[in-house]
């Protein structure tokens, strides 16, 4: 699952815009308008939500679900880590 503030997070620390990242999700500039905008848990057709998450995952993305672990624990979004010459 993904939250609309870890999408809007996401998209701003990969430094692109909802036009790019609609583009390489395949999903309308609407679609993801509306994602952002939702309140808490995106809702949407799996289909569409498999597309965002594999395009943010295709862009370095790493979303952290809320019982994941990391340091601080909750929600959030880090960078992958790149390839050393990257």
């Known amino acids: 699952m993904i939250t609309a503030a870890q999408l809007r997070a996401a998209r701003a620390l990969a430094g692109i815009d909802q036009r790019r990242l609609a583009e390489a999700s ?3 500039v ?12 995106i809702r949407g057709n799996v289909d569409s939500l ?7 995952d295709a862009i370095g993305i790493v979303l952290i679900g809320e019982d994941a672990t990391s340091s601080e624990g909750g929600r959030g979004v880090r960078l992958k880590r790149q390839p050393a010459g990257s």
């Open 50 to 56: 498999m597309k965002l998450i594999a395009a943010l």
């Open 26 to 28: 395949g999903l309308s």
């Open 30 to 41: 609407p679609t993801i308008q509306r994602m952002e905008s939702s309140e808490g848990v």
